[in-house]
Nanobody
Framework: QVQLVESGGGLVQAGGSLRLSCAAS????????MGWYRQAPGKQRELVAT???????NYADSVKGRFTISRDNAKNTVYLQMNSLKPEDTAVYYC???????????WGKGTLVTVSS
């Protein structure tokens, strides 16, 4: 069973920074594309950023230029560096991987990011 564990959330003032981490286990990590999603209260879960096994990245328009996704295959970890945070970035942030060997999507339990104005 693939496991994803997020960390690094917290309370930060607008304009501040946080770095989220997602540690993956029971997966040949370097082989798979990884993603970060978020879900704000009363809203649907939305894509924030993805990174392919080769290191190519993609971002939601709302976070381009402020967030950076990266991965460390030696540590089986994907990161989300979040700068210039805004109150509208407040959400639970989830790590995601689609696992082709069994066709399942795996999610972490999420980490809460709260940005105060």
């Amino acid at each position: 069973q693939v496991q994803l564990v997020e960390s690094g959330g917290g309370l930060v003032q607008a304009g501040g920074s946080l770095r989220l981490s997602c540690a993956a286990s029971r997966i040949f990590f370097s082989t798979y594309d990884m993603g970060w999603y978020r879900q704000a209260p009363g809203k649907q879960r939305e894509l924030v950023a993805t990174i392919t096994s080769g290191g190519d990245t993609n971002y939601a328009d709302s976070v381009k230029g402020r967030f950076t996704i990266s991965r460390d295959n030696a540590k089986n970890t994907v990161y989300l560096q979040m700068n210039s945070l805004k109150p509208e970035d407040t959400a639970v942030y989830y790590c995601h991987v689609f696992y082709p060997p069994n066709g399942l999507n795996y999610w972490g339990k999420g980490t809460l990011v709260t940005v105060s104005s």
